[in-house]
């Protein structure tokens, strides 16, 4: 597929022992947003993953553009995806852009000499959304991206992912519904018999990612690795 960063067709991915179709193509370009939608358990994040590279598809035909650049943050509870390591530091972004990401989500400021572990769910989700949105990477993967944010947190996530689309950057967002995803370009409905793909048009906030790298170690760390 020309210009495409990721595609699968007639592929499926895993979840456990469990093997989900992936009925409609997946299609991943540069500058678009997608939006993976369903229920629990029907296997938004294991598609997720499989696009940022996490995992593969199974069977059927796919394509990943080499030394692709993938920023992934994870859905649910954050604090034992990063390294022991890094929950130990004090907290400080690492750059201006970071800090201004940090304003845009409304971050509740902590003294410097808070470890990054001790901060609130909601500040450490805002911390890793700002590090991935600010990255430079091809495609942004978020999982649950609304989670732990407050009224000023969605406002900020929305303007931060139009930034990244509007550099190019792809991002791909999974949530149960609409309300959860927010304004994409395509949307992935996620049912029992897989998934189907078809274009959309909707309101509300749209959604970001953080690293895709050392989340295959048992400890995980925020980083970038080359794909």
Same mark, same amino acid.
Request: proline share 5%; hydrophobic share 40%; charged share 20%.
């Given at each position: 597929?020309?210009?495409?960063?990721?595609?699968? @067709?007639?592929?499926?991915?895993?979840?456990?022992?469990?093997?989900?179709?992936? =009925?409609?193509?997946?299609?991943? %370009?540069?500058?678009? !947003?997608?939006?993976?939608?369903?229920?629990?358990?029907?296997?938004?994040?294991?598609?997720?993953?499989?696009?940022? /590279?996490?995992?593969?598809?199974?069977?059927?035909?796919?394509?990943? =553009?080499?030394?692709?650049?993938?920023?992934?943050?994870?859905?649910?509870? &954050? *604090? *034992? %995806?990063?390294?022991?390591?890094?929950?130990?530091?004090?907290?400080? *972004?690492?750059?201006?852009?970071?800090?201004?990401?940090?304003?845009?989500?409304?971050?509740?400021?902590?003294?410097?000499?808070?470890?990054?572990?001790?901060?609130?769910?909601?500040?450490?989700? !805002?911390?890793?959304?700002?590090?991935?949105?600010?990255?430079?990477?091809?495609?942004?993967?978020?999982?649950?991206?609304?989670?732990?944010?407050?009224?000023?947190?969605?406002?900020?996530?929305?303007?931060?992912?139009?930034?990244?689309?509007? %550099?190019?950057?792809?991002?791909?967002?999974?949530? *149960?519904?609409?309300?959860?995803?927010? &304004?994409?370009?395509?949307?992935?409905?996620?049912? &029992?018999?897989?998934?189907?793909?078809?274009?959309?048009?909707?309101? @509300?906030?749209?959604?970001?990612?953080?690293?895709?790298?050392?989340? %295959? !170690?048992?400890? /995980?760390?925020?980083?970038?690795?080359?794909?």
């Amino acid at each position: 597929m020309t210009g495409c960063l990721v595609w699968a @067709t007639d592929s499926a991915v895993r979840r456990g022992p469990v093997v989900i179709p992936v =009925q409609g193509p997946i299609e991943v %370009r540069p500058g678009e !947003k997608i939006a993976i939608m369903g229920g629990n358990g029907v296997g938004k994040t294991s598609l997720l993953r499989a696009i940022a /590279g996490l995992s593969r598809f199974v069977g059927g035909d796919s394509y990943r =553009q080499s030394g692709l650049r993938v920023a992934y943050v994870p859905g649910g509870v &954050v *604090p *034992p %995806r990063i390294s022991h390591r890094r929950l130990a530091r004090g907290f400080r *972004p690492r750059s201006v852009e970071i800090a201004s990401a940090l304003e845009e989500l409304g971050y509740e400021h902590a003294p410097e000499t808070t470890r990054i572990g001790d901060l609130s769910y909601g500040n450490l989700r !805002k911390l890793l959304l700002a590090e991935a949105l600010t990255s430079q990477c091809s495609i942004v993967c978020l999982d649950e991206a609304a989670q732990g944010l407050d009224a000023i947190g969605l406002v900020g996530l929305d303007a931060l992912v139009r930034t990244s689309l509007g %550099r190019g950057c792809a991002v791909v967002v999974a949530g *149960p519904s609409v309300k959860d995803t927010g &304004v994409a370009d395509r949307t992935l409905h996620l049912g &029992v018999g897989g998934a189907s793909s078809r274009g959309m048009v909707s309101l @509300t906030f749209v959604g970001p990612g953080d690293s895709a790298s050392e989340l %295959r !170690k048992s400890a /995980g760390s925020l980083g970038f690795r080359e794909r």
